[in-house]
């Protein structure tokens, strides 16, 4: 399974860590950072169907403003400032 199917695979309300999928993907936790990029060049295609917001940085809230709306659309809760 490819890194833009485990994406499109989190439930609509779900969230996924950068590590979690680079478990998914590889076997261990290490390849956040090439998940991140595999992520952002499947976002920068404009696909609209690319769920992109709910894979987060070890659980954090999204810095991200547009991010943020998307989580609160799909009704995720933030709690201490963790999703």
Known sequence: MSIADIVRSIPKGGVATFGDISCA???????GRGVGSAVEAE???????????RVVHKGLIPKDEEARK???CEYVKFCNGAV
């Open 25 to 31: 993907c590889y076997g261990h936790r290490n390849g």
């Open 43 to 53: 976002t920068n295609k404009k696909v609209k169907s690319f769920p992109w917001w």
């Open 70 to 72: 998307l989580h609160e």
